[in-house]
């Protein structure tokens, strides 16, 4: 059996349809009035679940070592993805020069591995709410990573939308939180959240090129390998390697663990991917920076986060900045 997707020729994003099977037996399903906004419904779908992914990530953090919890995540969406490859009609060794399969596992080390496991840290350090305003540095990282190695030209509205992004996030560590995290504490989980974004950033910048004739599938499995072969080099290494085991084994927090990873590391890169193939990059990449504000959300009505006037004023400016930077 087979599944495809596709779009009209015209290239308008209004006969998305999937075909099932082969021959006479196929069968084509169509989504009515959903269609011309298939695209959209998918990234905002991947939005929400990407930040319904964080919340989880953040309780099964207060159990499971950042390393194992980003190893766990990653191997489970290499396992998810080979399947989801096979049904729809893709591959994993294709016909490509051993370089841009290294690109791959390079991008994929420093994007996913790494980037993750910094993610991590700063999640259990500063918390859902507050790294709803950190992740919307990815976009002017991106810009500028762009504008240096791409040779992409910056709009000043971009310019003022990165200024106005990287504002929000000092105005968030003016937050003061002495009774939880002390402000040194609160500037390096900031910091580490950075390092998340800027190697995340760094990941995709590097193929870009490859990204733009490569099947997108294909793309993320590899770099998905690649983070784990990194994350697998470094637990080998790491000196508290059997507690870190230890704390993915457990099932204190085993629940949100298997969610937060299905939610996180699977479901949300598959709609990811569906949003970007049915409809324009840019609208794609703005609804799912939404994740932000549903971030923000969850985290107040499940995790009890504090609502302050600092962190409403970064969540924002944080989001009027991404919306210069990528429509500017």
Known sequence: MTIRAGVAASGEHTSTRFVVGSGSGRKVWRLGAFEPHFGEILAL???????????????????????????????????????????????????APLGEYGLLLFSGALGIGLADTFYFKSLNTVGAG??????????????????????????????????????????????????????????????????????????????????????????????LIGGVAVLLLVLLIHPARRMIVRSVRSRQRWVYTLTGSLMGGYLAMVLWLGGMKYTQASIAAALNQTASIFMFIFAVFFLKEPVTKYRLIGIALAIGGVMLVTFG
């Open 45 to 95: 779908l991947c939005a929400v679940t990407w930040a319904a992914a964080v919340i989880l990530f953040k309780k099964s953090g207060e159990a499971v070592h950042p390393l194992g919890l980003n190893l766990f995540k990653n191997v489970l969406a290499v396992v998810l993805f080979l399947p989801t490859m096979w049904i729809l009609g893709g591959t994993l060794w294709r016909a």
């Open 130 to 223: 507050m790294m709803s305003i950190v992740g919307c540095l990815y976009s002017p990282f991106i810009i500028a990573l762009s504008v240096l190695f791409l040779g992409e030209s910056l709009s000043w509205w971009q310019l003022v939308g990165a200024f106005v992004i990287v504002s929000a996030v000092l105005i968030a560590t003016l937050e003061r939180r002495a009774k939880t995290v002390d402000r040194p504490t609160l500037i390096k989980g900031f910091l580490y959240g950075a390092l998340a974004q800027a190697a995340n950033a760094c990941g995709i910048v590097m193929i870009k090129p490859l990204l733009d004739r490569s099947p997108l599938l294909w793309v993320t499995e590899v770099r």
